[in-house]
């Protein structure tokens, strides 16, 4: 039987082993690249840091915002059925219908203005809070970009 092949050197090398031929082409490729310096990562942490705060702190002012809504709305809806309470037993009373039907206009004249006012008062909670939100995630944005252009400026 015949007895396998023998291998050369290079072939049964260990891993990690090197052969002094590979080690010097290496390094001299390595040397030629010029590859930069390692980057500082610290501001980029920090600035990931900065903008998860203000994302935070936006989602926190829309939320708030959100609860602000829903509270007066219930307190809008609190005061509605009041007046509707009100107007259902001034118009039980015993009057002539010309009166009851002049009532019933100035009734539902009223309810009409109540909730117009009522929706604007909730739109205007509603675009302020947005606004609030809004300027600080553009804020934050902004000086991303600021740090982004020092941090490309540092690098030339």
Same mark, same amino acid.
């Given at each position: 039987?015949?007895?396998?092949?023998?291998?050369?050197?290079?072939?049964? *090398?260990?891993?990690?082993?090197?052969?002094?031929?590979?080690? =010097?082409?290496?390094?001299?490729?390595?040397?030629?690249?010029?590859?930069?310096?390692?980057?500082?990562?610290?501001?980029?942490?920090?600035?990931?840091?900065?903008?998860?705060?203000?994302?935070?702190?936006?989602?926190?002012?829309?939320?708030?915002?959100?609860?602000?809504?829903?509270?007066?709305?219930?307190?809008? =809806?609190?005061?509605? =059925?009041?007046?509707?309470?009100? *107007?259902?037993?001034?118009?039980?009373?015993? /009057?002539?219908?010309?009166?009851?039907?002049?009532?019933?206009?100035?009734?539902?004249?009223?309810?009409?203005?109540?909730?117009? *006012?009522?929706?604007?008062?909730?739109?205007?909670?509603?675009?302020?809070?947005?606004?609030?939100?809004?300027?600080?995630?553009?804020?934050?944005?902004?000086?991303? =970009?600021?740090?982004?252009?020092?941090?490309? /400026?540092?690098?030339?």
């Amino acid at each position: 039987m015949a007895s396998p092949p023998k291998s050369s050197p290079s072939a049964t *090398a260990m891993p990690g082993m090197s052969t002094p031929g590979f080690d =010097m082409n290496f390094t001299k490729l390595l040397a030629d690249m010029k590859l930069p310096s390692m980057l500082d990562l610290e501001p980029f942490i920090a600035a990931s840091r900065r903008n998860m705060e203000a994302m935070t702190a936006a989602n926190r002012i829309a939320l708030e915002g959100a609860q602000t809504v829903a509270r007066r709305h219930m307190e809008i =809806m609190q005061q509605a =059925m009041a007046e509707m309470s009100d *107007a259902i037993k001034a118009l039980a009373s015993p /009057e002539p219908p010309q009166t009851k039907a002049a009532r019933q206009a100035e009734l539902l004249k009223q309810g009409y203005e109540h909730a117009v *006012a009522n929706l604007r008062e909730l739109g205007d909670l509603i675009q302020r809070s947005n606004k609030e939100a809004m300027d600080l995630l553009n804020h934050r944005f902004t000086e991303a =970009m600021n740090e982004v252009k020092a941090l490309a /400026e540092k690098g030339k």
